[in-house]
């Protein structure tokens, strides 16, 4: 599933090393780690920033009482 958000920040999304984290920042750390890729588009009105994210659906179950 993709995920868009739009920032209306005129600076570019730039990811930090880790040692440089901040509170503020580290919803990059996250996406990196739940996403299968990411990243940031810049635009007239600011940036776009987009994450694919694997989505697992759980199981069919034929017959509940089996579980």
Do not use: C, F, K, Y
């Not at 990196?32 to 635009?43: C, F, I, N, T």
């Amino acid at each position: 599933m993709r995920v868009e958000v739009d920032d209306r920040a005129p600076s570019p999304i730039v990811r930090a090393a880790l040692q440089d984290w901040t509170p503020e920042g580290v919803h990059l750390l996250v996406i990196e780690r739940l996403s299968a890729q990411w990243d940031a588009v810049p635009g007239q009105d600011g940036t776009t920033m987009w994450a694919d994210v694997l989505v697992v659906l759980p199981r069919q179950v034929a017959n509940p009482r089996n579980i």
